[in-house]
């Protein structure tokens, strides 16, 4: 089923942007839907955002929506999460994973993460 690796975390100041990336190794991006993820310091890890397979339909949570835009490039096969009007309370690991749509609960393929940090 092939693996993601995520990239582009950072310790950032409130308000600057950040993009992170997911790499797909092993499948074609599109073949799956791509979640992102974060796990903030002591709390439950919460999925922020998903692509969906093929036509690419996109969804966020509450908390992102508006600041967040998930994205696919199919020729790099890779997706992003471009992150701007960042805040402390985004601080967490960030974690995308292959899933068979969005709003599955179902997960084939998680990445190790990549911390993000938002201080001042």
């Known amino acids: 089923q092939g693996q993601v690796v995520e990239s582009g975390g950072g310790v950032v100041q409130p308000g600057d942007s950040l993009r992170l990336s997911c790499a797909a190794a092993g499948f074609t991006v599109d073949d799956y839907a791509i979640g992102w993820f974060r796990q903030a310091p002591g709390k439950e890890r919460e999925e922020i955002s998903c692509?969906?397979?093929?036509?690419?339909?996109?969804s966020y949570a509450d908390a992102v929506r508006g600041r967040f835009t998930i994205s696919r490039d199919n020729a790099k096969n890779t997706v992003y999460l471009q992150m701007n009007g960042l805040k402390p309370e985004d601080t967490g690991v960030y974690s995308c994973a292959t899933l068979p749509d969005c709003g599955s609960t179902r997960y084939y393929t998680w990445g190790k993460g990549t911390q993000v940090t938002v201080t001042s």
């Open positions: 692509i969906s397979r093929k036509a690419g339909g996109t």
